[in-house]
């Protein structure tokens, strides 16, 4: 059976769509007409696929939460010793999601035909990115599917709740900094203006913290769509120039080496390259095959040009400790983990325990990020408000004394 894409008009003339399971087009359409629908178009998806020359609206990503969830599922009923196209057909029956649903079908259609299960994610590459792809290989390759596929939901779900916390963590920050800046422009905007007005009347000079803070606020309120236009396009600027892969290599560099974010730079970058070789060896993958996957994860340039140097060293019969020491970002504990684990021929536990160490390293950055972020907004808050009162309190401290 194959998956069948189709647009149908129901009874009261509504246009459906979604995809189905049938043997050919015609038996599709049968099926949609049992169903009491009109069908307009029946396509099947390889076929839409291969008339398209690109992957179509099925192969989009799907977030993390989606990805976890199907993974679990999927490792349940494996591990319950269900065949693989059962396994498949019943998540996509699960799933609420059209999309995800007919995804699912396309792929239980190509292991229908035959291919392997890590061969038929390859048609979805965005859902089922090179990492999750290549463990499922290796699960397949080793007879041991079941197992990979349960160390495979845990590493999904594991990243999808420290994406979570990551998230939530910045939730209040990004709040406080909204609050602030509305609050600071809403004083300059609407309050200040009106309460200097009325020494503006009547003829003084104003001290010079006042001028500078009306000139400030004439500023703002005159031009506030003008620093919004600009800053736009220095957004679009910046991540026009990001996409040049020199400026992204110089940017890259820069950050592993910047006090303080250097620190948050390099621990999520070896967090993530270290999670994933604990996966991928833990599943069966060759230990450079593994690097190399890994290093591709690794989301900054400058130190995925290291890690490729590593894996060269490797290959050619350098430790891993030894060739991660070299790339010079590594922290001391992780590479002295890695080298006990090579001595005692437990590499695959250490790299896990050196991962999750990593991870919690991490959150702990984050959360101390986060913390050092509250005090330093309320600092900037009351020192712009200080400020503010002291220029508005100024005139009328000099207007006290020319009238005593």
């Known amino acids: 059976m194959a998956a069948y894409e189709y647009l149908a008009l129901s009874s009261a003339g509504e246009k459906k769509t979604g995809s189905l ?6 038996q599709a359409r049968q099926l949609l007409r049992d169903r009491k629908l009109a069908p307009i178009d029946v396509t099947r998806a390889a076929d839409k696929d291969r008339s398209s020359g690109q992957l179509h609206w099925l192969s989009r990503s799907i977030n993390a939460k989606n990805r976890a969830m199907i993974t679990r599922q999927m490792a349940t009923l494996v591990q319950a010793g269900l065949p693989l196209e059962e396994v498949i057909g019943a998540v996509a029956e699960q799933c609420e999601d059209g999309k995800i649903r007919s995804m699912l079908l396309a792929i239980r259609s190509k292991i229908l035909e035959g291919h392997s299960l890590a061969q038929s994610l390859k048609a979805f590459p965005r859902a089922f990115p090179h990492l999750y792809r290549a463990t499922v290989a290796a699960g397949e390759h080793s007879g041991h599917l079941d197992l990979v596929m349960n160390q495979l939901a845990d590493y999904t779900e594991n990243a999808q709740d420290f994406r979570q916390k990551v998230h939530m963590a910045m939730v209040y920050p990004v709040i406080l900094l909204t609050l602030a800046i509305a609050i600071i422009w ?3 905007v609407y309050v200040v203006p009106d309460v200097i007005a009325v020494f503006v009347d009547t003829g003084q000079g104003l001290p010079p913290l006042t001028a500078a803070l009306v000139a400030f606020s004439d500023f703002i309120a005159g031009y506030s769509w003008l620093l919004l236009i600009v800053l736009f396009l220095v957004i679009i600027a910046v991540r026009g120039l990001l ?16 006090p303080f974010i250097r620190k948050f730079s390099r621990g ?20 450079v095959d593994g690097m190399k996957i890994a290093g591709d994860v690794v989301s900054n340039k400058h130190l995925q040009q290291q890690l490729a140097m590593a894996t060269q060293k490797v290959s050619e019969g350098t430790s891993l400790h030894k060739a991660l020491t070299e790339t010079g970002y590594f922290p001391p504990i992780m590479l002295h983990m890695i080298a006990s684990g090579e001595s005692s021929g437990k590499l695959d ?7 999750k160490q990593q991870e919690q390293d ?8 986060v913390g050092l972020f509250e005090p330093f907004m309320l600092i900037f808050m009351g020192v712009t408000v200080l ?18």
Do not use: C
């Open 362 to 369: 991490l959150q702990n950055l984050i959360s101390l990020m």
């Open 268 to 287: 999520f970058n070896t967090a993530r390259y270290t999670s994933t070789l604990s996966i991928l060896s833990s599943s069966g993958v060759a230990l």
């Open 243 to 258: 996409q040049l892969p020199k400026v992204r290599l110089l940017v890259d560099q820069w950050l592993l080496h910047l």
């Open 186 to 188: 809403g004083l300059m």
């Open 387 to 404: 400020l503010i009162v002291l220029a508005i309190l100024l005139p009328i401290l000099s207007l006290n004394q020319l009238v005593g």
């Open 349 to 355: 536990n250490m790299l896990e325990r050196t991962a």
């Open 21 to 26: 399971e049938a043997d050919s087009a015609r």
